[in-house]
């Protein structure tokens, strides 16, 4: 591309289909608007940029990984339709002022079909705000395309078409001091000297709000074609006053952290492991990221480390950390650019003290369906509630999340098709991040798998029929690379093995503010349910109520695994340095859901939940017991407070199942409207679907609450969200009282404000240490 000449044809001449009259009411419009040019600001430094796929923290790329930083400028690397870049810094917000763009484009020789390129003005959501705009659809085109200049529905046909390997500058000014938002786009020679084309027309003031994009290809095929580039792009400039400038908006070089911090127990005190996310930078880059932390009012060094070229993320393992303190830290990215000069950025927050001689406080969070994104209300309740520490237990991003499909095959590219989408959650939540310890592990959707049995790291087995099969679909470096961007902060691992096709694990412990949290993978090691017989179409769901169930315990069948088990027992055994103890892992260990997608959708049993294979359920629920931890867990879309049963109702620990986030596919737990499926013991609250059951396993539980959702039907993102029963959870450990105080919170509350109605019915519920051994106080 370096070799491309900025030049255009002298001989584009421009024909208009519109009369003198209309071009007279624009010439006073036009004047003013371009009065502003002088005060452009470019927005980009892609001239500057060494190659690579991360065009910069002030940008958002739809999607990430068909776009490319190249000799300068910012290329779309596919021919495929509504590839765009959002500007995170500069939105339109006073559709009374004025504005002007500009931008040099060039075309590809490699465009099968034209579908133009250009801006889009207007982007926004239902909320419109930065985050969620750059994933809304409508706006305004306005851009080249062919022999036509447009603006909308508006256009004018050139004498000739811009060739390829030609570069032609585009200006869009906007006029706002009339009854309607007046625009003007003229196409230039490249270096701006010549006039080339020129388009106006007039939109609604109602449809100039909200981001401004850059967009390769308006119209065409959706799907990516390998050797077909689209349009590319450089010197972006804006200026004037319809625009808000907020340069806090970036999200990038580095994009978030995560930290944990845990006592070893041993000649290493207590450990602080810290990693820095980044953007996907290039070959020529600078790799390294550093860390400092501020001691006695000065910034002090803890060195640098390289950037993962898979993961693009840095860890540093720090032991001996004084944990007596509050630490401020602050993560430094020195970006080299081509012309010698260094853009560093920063990223700051606080490595809190250790939460001794207080309550430790525990959001539980799950499941982040992308149709509430950037989940605002969970998000600021965290930051104002500041808890001790954040859970994330699985399904921080979807497949369908930002939109533009899924890559599987490709171990590269599917890697940056998962690092975009996963960025989406540090975008949401790195602002309570930045000042908690955090754990974070993966579920199924994570790597790209509906429902996964791990069995141990196979391959999925694509000649078998059916998508309820065990394995992984996705190539194991992308697995490792999920891996590694949700936990490579987590303190030591017990044993680092990995599975097989050298498929990482990460379950091990923490010890913080004297309790101690265990973290499993659950489904790494569970077996395939084509191993059994449901009876059905679908080897995963039995749908018949008389269907024995019992059946499906074949022998040989595993839960947790080996080796989780072994890591549980020693875990239960072990009390040094903290008196109460956390299960942390993705489901709970019953089947608590009677009906799946839709309102009437009965399934008696879901091989899904950690309610089967049942044999390998009891073993893993008779280990815990002896830690009398409680069970904090997700993924069910579904908030439940339950106990476990074996032997007996009530004889094990306890399960808080906390809110998705944003719940998508929904999940009720309806047993009293189903015949033979009747409860004892109702808890004295009264609310109906609670009390001893046995679920669809054949397995003891009982359900002290249960926060079954609305069938969804509200249009705006939030209100969805809180219809569908979304939210987050709050678990006070107390190690003085010894009990954990459970809170189930709604979507759309303030959980500071106390008003009881804030959380789902039956909670806040108080669970006593001993009653997860099955010394039960709660009244039923």
Excluded at 560 to 573: I, N, V
Aim: aromatic fraction near 10%.
């Amino acid at each position: 591309m370096g070799s491309m000449i900025e030049r255009i044809s002298r001989r584009l001449s421009l024909k208009f289909f519109s009369v003198a009259a209309l071009l007279g009411l624009f010439d006073k419009r036009l004047a003013s608007a371009r009065d502003g040019s002088a005060k452009l600001k470019q927005l980009d430094r892609w001239d500057k940029t060494y190659d690579r796929v991360f065009l910069g923290g002030d940008f958002w790329a739809n999607p990430m990984e068909d776009w490319r930083v190249a000799d300068g400028w910012a290329e779309c690397a596919f021919d495929a339709a509504n590839r765009s870049i959002h500007s995170l810094t500069h939105q339109i917000t006073n559709p009374d002022g004025s504005f002007t763009m500009s931008v040099k484009i060039g075309r590809s020789k490699t465009v099968k079909k034209d579908g133009g390129a250009g801006f889009r003005i207007g982007v926004r959501s239902d909320l419109n705000e930065v985050k969620s705009n750059v994933f809304a659809g409508g706006g305004t085109n306005a851009g080249l395309v062919g022999t036509m200049l447009f603006i909308g529905r508006t256009k004018v046909r050139l004498t000739g078409a811009i060739g390829d390997d030609e570069v032609v500058m585009l200006e869009l000014t906007g006029d706002g001091s009339g009854d309607q938002m007046a625009l003007t786009l003229t196409a230039k020679s490249a270096d701006g000297a010549e006039e080339l084309g020129l388009v106006k027309a007039e939109i609604g003031k109602d449809r100039v709000p909200g981001n401004v994009a850059l967009v390769s290809q308006f119209t065409g095929g959706k799907n990516r074609v390998e050797g077909q580039r689209g349009y590319r792009f450089t010197d972006w400039q804006a200026g004037g006053d319809a625009f808000t400038v907020t340069p806090e908006q970036s999200f990038g070089p580095i994009l978030w952290s995560m930290y944990s911090l845990s006592d070893s127990r041993g000649d290493e005190g207590f450990v602080m492991k810290i990693s820095a996310l980044l953007g996907p930078v290039g070959e020529k880059d600078n790799r390294e990221v550093d860390l400092e932390v501020q001691r006695n009012g000065q910034w002090e060094s803890l060195g640098s480390e390289t950037l993962d070229p898979a993961a693009w993320g840095a860890t540093w393992r720090i032991p001996n950390w004084n944990e007596k303190v509050d630490t401020p830290f602050r993560l430094i990215y020195r970006e080299q650019l081509t012309n010698g000069s260094e853009a560093p950025t920063e990223w700051t927050g606080k490595i809190r003290r250790n939460p001794v001689g207080r309550p430790v406080r525990v959001a539980g969070l799950t499941c982040q369906k992308d149709y509430a994104f950037p989940y605002e209300p969970v998000a600021n309740n965290l930051v104002k509630l500041d808890p001790d520490l954040l859970f994330f237990s699985g399904d921080q991003l979807y497949e369908n999340h930002g939109g533009f499909g899924i890559i599987r095959d490709q171990e590269g590219p599917a890697i940056l098709n998962y690092l975009r989408k996963f960025y989406m959650h540090g975008w949401a939540f790195g602002d309570a991040m930045r000042n908690a310890p955090t754990l974070c592990v993966t579920d199924d959707h994570d790597v790209f798998h509906g429902n996964i049995w791990g069995e141990g790291g196979v391959a999925w087995d694509t000649s078998k029929p059916g998508a309820s099969r065990a394995g992984y679909k996705q190539p194991p470096g992308m697995v490792n690379v999920v891996h590694t961007t949700h936990a490579s902060h987590h303190p030591d691992l017990y044993d680092p093995t990995p599975i097989k096709q050298d498929i990482s694990v990460y379950y091990g412990d923490m010890v913080y503010g004297g309790v101690s949290f265990a973290i499993l993978g659950d489904r790494q090691w569970k077996s395939g349910p084509e191993r059994v017989d449901t009876g059905t179409g679908r080897a995963d769901h039995v749908y018949d109520p008389t269907w024995d169930t019992a059946a499906l315990d074949a022998p040989g069948l595993e839960l947790l695994g080996e080796r989780q088990e072994k890591f549980l027992e020693a875990w239960g055994d072990d009390w040094r340095g903290h008196s109460m103890k956390v299960l942390l892992s993705q489901t709970l260990f019953v089947n608590a859901a009677t009906h799946h997608g839709k309102y009437t959708g009965y399934i008696k049993a879901d091989l899904d939940s950690g309610g089967w294979p049942q044999a390998a359920r009891n073993r893993a629920v008779d280990i815990l017991r002896k830690s009398k931890a409680l069970h904090i867990n997700g993924d069910q879309h579904l908030t439940t407070m339950t106990q476990y049963g074996v032997k007996q109702q009530r004889d094990a620990n306890w399960s808080f199942c906390t809110p998705a986030i944003a719940a998508g596919y929904p999940r009720w737990w309806r047993p009293d409207e189903i015949e033979g499926m009747d409860h004892q013991n109702r808890p004295s609250h009264g609310h109906e679907n609670t009390g001893e059951y046995i679920d669809g396993f054949g397995n003891p539980v009982y359900v002290y609450a249960v926060g079954n959702p609305e069938v969804g039907s509200e249009k705006h993102r939030y209100d969805l969200a809180h219809q569908k029963a979304s939210g987050f959870g709050l678990i006070t450990v107390d190690t003085e009282e010894k009990t954990y105080l459970c809170e189930s919170f709604k979507f759309l509350v303030d959980a500071t404000d106390g008003n009881p109605d804030n959380q789902h019915p039956g909670w806040p519920v108080t669970i006593h240490m001993e009653e997860n051994g099955g010394e039960n106080r709660l009244e039923v």
